[in-house]
């Protein structure tokens, strides 16, 4: 069986503001799930609380993942058990190349999922990590690059250093091919691209799809479903999924638009104390 | 007569005194056992030490001048509401500590000196000076230099062998000795000491490399360097601090380095100081810059529990530049307190400083960097950038803490000069956006700050002092040489042989620092 992420109930703040009010979802290897609602429904909380931001306070329910309840996890163990999030803005690291880094990745997630106390490496402190030699390491990631159609400068470059916006979004999904997820959230890749970058994000998400590849696309557009046919839709509106159903469903939304899921009880809710 | 040279019985027998009547006829030769002087810091401490080591009268003289100078100026505390390292060191009772330790020359170097002259900043050296404690151990020419004329000795040897040079550069122009009351104390005690000459025209390749090395608890030791470079001639010159002493009972090392660079003159000063957590440490760096001299200086600071460090270029020669690179991080309880000052004091001269700093644990640093362009300083460029890193972070909250001060002052009126200085935190989301690729939050740490340095470490003209560097710091912030932190260190090392590297550092262009143009005036 295929590894499951199960999110049960989840509620969580950002600075005592509640963000999510119980949300409930299931994403199993092989599916493909669009995620998608106006703009602060919470959906990037959402990933950003699986990955275990600590940002954000879990004031109650669940993230299961291959039978673990990882809410206490560090966001690298997260990791290391194969989730994946590409980020909506990718944070730019100078001085540190994407070839050293990815190869560091690419190391940390092989050690898989250890429990580790606090301050612990994945190896521990005495025993040399397990290496993957630069030539081989290399090879593979030229595999991926060619696949993603990624230019060879790229590696040579500092982490989203003076990338452009198209440039990230593709370095992160370059990661997430060479990372291979089980489970992998992608946060926006859609969003500032104009329609020739859209399109290259889109083959190669369409390219990493298989059987071994769960994804959560998260979106407010319609736009890049047409390129990526999702398994399921779900809408979130403040800070729950309101609706789940079918392709069709996204364009549903893309006529209709949000306000028609906006839940009734919400009112009463936020109106007991004025 | 020269061999009666006080009681050699007494080295190493702690809280004995030496005999008042130990004294010396001849000139010692730094070989030669001398006697530890145990009394604390003292104006007869002074003159037992320039009598143990045969010492002109112009010496003496000037000793207890300058001892009377460090009992006359009043202890630096600093600024009100600074980080406090200047009281901290005011409150440090280092009179108490041995003035004169000296070490025997003869005979093997204890092991750790050895080792660490194998692992050294530099294969092929031109010449190298060890001292240890308060004499000069060890001293290496290469017999085409020593042809050339170039003289590389200790500085107790040159006082008696070459007078009228020390006497002519020795603390009185470069860092004369009422600078501070440090300097005046130095100047009162020096020991051992590193006297290079260049003569015109001569161009050393390979470095000269030279070590300081304490491993004597409770001791004051006081090193000196004078360097001159005589017209046209240049020189690589790297100096390490290190120590090897166990312990709670700290040692001071207070040393002073003179750099005389004439006409045309190129000198490039390397300096690695990984001193112990219980060397107390204060250094005076100068250069004197004579028409079109110029110097690059590399300062790395990473040991020492408390740094009292001032790093000045005194550009007096038209057309003399000066490069000030400095890296440094501190960890646990250190303390630094660093100030470079570049001195435009001639027509079209060039300063650039660029300094980056690193702070964990509890760590605290005080930075300034202070420019200044007297009337005559026409056509000047300066420029001055500092960036200090608080690892302080969500997930780890530190307390360290550091300021940056730079200072501008400037008498010329056609002048380009601007300056800036940061002191922030790492970036909580980047640690997070590191570790969700998998790479623990220590680790992810370090890469950071690897990539913060790397910039500033690509200016290091010595690839080997890159590497220690990088190493170093990694070894420190991981607590650990065989983990990954090797693997980082060495992965960039292969990737830099398969030419894949090369451009990724030079993405980190430094940001825009508030530029003060006064062309106008």
């Given at each position: ?274 | ?314 550009l007096?020669?038209n057309g003399s ?21 570049s001195?435009h004091d001639a027509v079209s001269t060039n300063a ?19 420019i200044r362009i007297q009337p005559k300083a026409q056509q000047t460029a300066s420029f ?24 501008l002052e400037i008498g010329a009126n056609d002048v380009r000069a601007s ?96 530029e003060i143009l006064l062309t106008e005036y």
């Amino acid at each position: 069986m295929g590894s499951e992420l199960i999110i049960k109930n989840l509620h969580a703040n950002i600075e005592g503001k509640p963000i999510l009010r119980g949300v409930d979802l299931v994403v199993r290897q092989g599916e493909v799930h669009a995620l998608m609602g106006p703009n602060g429904s919470g959906k990037s909380t959402l990933a950003n609380v699986i990955m275990g931001n600590p940002k954000y306070e879990v004031t109650d329910g669940e993230i299961w993942f291959k039978g673990e309840n990882i809410l206490e996890f560090s966001p690298d163990r997260r990791a290391r058990m194969r989730l994946f999030l590409a980020f909506q803005y990718p944070m730019s690291i100078p001085g540190v190349s994407v070839a050293n880094f990815l190869r560091r990745s690419l190391e940390a997630v092989r050690e898989g999922n250890k429990p580790l106390e606090e301050g612990e490496n994945p190896t521990g402190k005495t025993t040399k990590r397990k290496s993957i030699p630069p030539g081989e390491f290399r090879k593979m990631l030229q595999e991926k690059m060619r696949l993603l159609k990624v230019d060879n400068s790229f590696i040579n470059r500092a982490i989203n250093d003076g990338f452009s916006g198209g440039e990230k979004k593709r370095a992160e999904i370059l990661q997430m091919a060479l990372l291979q997820p089980e489970i992998a959230m992608m946060d926006e890749t859609d969003s500032g691209l104009d329609i020739d970058a859209l399109k290259i994000v889109a083959d190669s998400v369409s390219a990493l799809r298989g059987p071994d590849l769960g994804i959560l696309l998260i979106t407010h557009y319609q736009r890049i479903l047409n390129y990526i046919t999702p398994d399921y839709v779900h809408v979130m509106y403040d800070g729950r999924i309101v609706k789940s159903g079918g392709k069709e469903l996204a364009l549903e939304l893309e006529e209709k638009g949000y306000e028609w899921l906006k839940p009734v009880e919400e009112e009463n809710e936020v109106g007991v104390n004025g | 007569m020269a061999n009666d040279l006080g009681s050699p019985s007494r080295r190493g027998t702690a809280g004995h005194t030496v005999p008042q009547t130990a004294s010396i006829k001849g000139p010692p030769s730094h070989s030669s056992p001398l006697s530890p002087l145990r009394e604390g810091l003292s104006r007869s401490a002074v003159e037992e030490l320039s009598r143990q080591k045969g010492e002109p009268d112009w010496m003496l003289q000037k000793r207890l001048q300058a001892w009377d100078a460090y009992e006359r100026i009043p202890t630096p505390l600093g600024r009100r509401g600074d980080l406090g390292t200047l009281r901290a060191f005011a409150n440090f009772k280092f009179q108490q500590l041995s003035p004169y330790v000296p070490s025997n020359g003869n005979g093997a170097l204890p092991a750790v000196i050895e080792q660490s002259l194998q692992d050294a900043l530099v294969d092929a050296r031109a010449g190298l000076v060890v001292q240890r404690n308060a004499s000069v151990v060890r001293v290496e020419l290469d017999e085409q230099l020593k042809k050339a004329g170039v003289i590389l000795t200790d500085l107790d040897s040159a006082v008696r062998e070459y007078p009228e040079l020390v006497q002519k550069y020795f603390m009185t122009k470069c860092v004369p000795v009422e600078s501070n009351k440090y300097t005046a104390l130095h100047a009162a005690f020096w020991s051992g000491g590193i006297f290079l000459y260049i003569p015109k025209g001569v161009e050393i390749e390979d470095p000269i490399l030279t070590q300081i090395w304490i491993d004597s608890p409770a001791s004051a030791i006081f090193t000196h360097t004078l360097i001159i470079a005589d017209d046209e001639s240049s020189v690589h010159y790297v100096e390490e601090y290190n120590s090897s002493f166990e312990g709670e009972q700290p040692s001071l090392l207070d040393g002073v380095v003179e750099v005389y660079v004439k006409s045309a003159a190129h000198v490039e000063f390397s300096n690695l100081q990984d001193l112990g957590q219980n060397v107390w440490h204060i250094t005076n760096k100068n250069a004197v810059h004579e028409k079109d001299g110029s110097t690059t200086w590399v300062m790395a600071d990473i040991g020492s529990k408390v740094t009292l460090a001032n790093i000045g270029a005194g550009l007096t020669g038209n057309g003399s530049a000066a490069e000030l690179v400095g890296v440094f991080f501190t960890d646990r309880d250190q303390r630094y307190s660093i100030n470079t000052l570049s001195l435009h004091d001639a027509v079209s001269t060039n300063a650039e400083t660029q300094v980056k700093g690193v702070l964990t644990d509890d760590s605290r640093v005080e930075f300034g960097g202070m420019i200044r362009i007297q009337p005559k300083a026409q056509q000047t460029a300066s420029f001055l950038s500092a960036h200090i890193l608080l690892l302080s972070s969500i997930w780890a909250d530190r307390k360290c803490r550091a300021e940056a001060i730079p200072g501008l002052e400037i008498g010329a009126n056609d002048v380009r000069a601007s300056h800036g200085a940061t002191v922030s935190k790492i970036d909580d989301e980047q640690l997070f956006y590191l570790m969700v690729r998998g790479i623990p939050q220590d680790e992810a740490e370090r890469i950071i700050v690897q990539g913060f340095f790397e910039p500033v470490l690509q200016r290091i003209p010595l690839e080997n002092l890159r590497t220690r560097l990088r190493r170093s710091i990694v070894r420190r912030m991981s607590g650990a040489y065989e983990t990954e932190a090797d693997t980082w260190v060495d992965a960039q090392e292969r990737w830099e042989v398969e030419g894949v590297d090369e451009y990724a550092v030079s993405l980190d262009k430094p940001k825009e620092a508030e530029e003060i143009l006064l062309t106008e005036y």
